[in-house]
């Protein structure tokens, strides 16, 4: 199953329970109307690298955190972060003098402000900003590093379900764009939130 199918499956899903979607958090947020809601989210995400057959070749697993300010009943305004992988590659080369083993690995550190429109369960999200961008390369017995900063943006949908009192868990994917290196990152992964009221 990939992302594109994901998508559609969440797109039909609140087309066929609008009322679920619609109802528990919407009154939560009611009795609370004079007060800022705030949110945590823990996103664990991984991206399937294919190999030239179209096979899947390696999972990315790739933590991230956002910090949201809920000024109203459906809008979430905050920050996000995390570590993101973007390539990993590992050859071996045969020769003149022999095999050669080549290493190559690359992950960026995004810094975005960050939306969520919030339909209860369902929900879309999106961001934009900068992230610093590493890449390590071993090869011949040298080892390099080399780093960059790139203009990043982020976009997603999701599902969100209420399991405890304060704490959501959901699925969603999403994708990273990274502008000057023109590298997109898609993922899927699972966000478990918790949300709290100001003073």
């Known amino acids: 199953m990939?992302?594109?199918?994901?998508?559609?499956?969440i797109l039909l899903l609140w087309l066929l329970f609008p009322n679920q979607l619609f109802s528990a958090q919407d009154s939560v947020i009611v009795e609370h109307i004079d007060k800022f809601y705030y949110e945590i989210s823990l996103?664990?995400?991984?991206?399937?690298?294919?190999?030239?057959?179209f096979k899947p070749k390696e999972k990315l697993f790739s933590p991230t955190i956002r910090f949201s300010l809920k000024p109203n009943r459906r809008l979430s305004l905050g920050l996000s972060s995390g570590?993101?992988?973007?390539?990993?590659?590992?050859?071996?080369?045969?020769?003149?003098?022999?095999k050669v083993k080549f290493e190559g690995y690359m992950?960026?550190?995004?810094?975005?402000?960050n939306f969520k429109y919030d339909l209860t369960y369902f929900y879309l999200f999106g961001g934009f900003g900068s992230?610093?961008?590493?890449?390590?390369?071993?090869?011949?017995?040298?080892?390099?590093k080399t780093h960059t900063w790139a203009g990043t943006s982020n976009y997603g949908l999701g599902i969100n379900i209420p399991f405890a009192r304060n704490f959501t868990i959901g699925v969603e994917s999403q994708g990273f764009?990274?502008?000057?290196i023109e590298k997109l990152v898609l993922q899927v992964g699972v966000n478990i939130s918790y949300g709290f009221y100001g003073f």
């Open 2 to 9: 990939n992302i594109i199918q994901i998508n559609i499956i």
């Open 43 to 53: 996103v664990n995400s991984f991206s399937i690298r294919l190999d030239n057959n």
């Open 83 to 98: 570590v993101i992988p973007i390539l990993k590659e590992a050859k071996n080369f045969t020769t003149s003098t022999g």
């Open 107 to 113: 992950y960026g550190i995004p810094i975005l402000a």
């Open 131 to 144: 992230s610093y961008i590493e890449s390590d390369i071993q090869a011949l017995g040298e080892n390099v």
């Open 177 to 180: 764009y990274f502008s000057k």
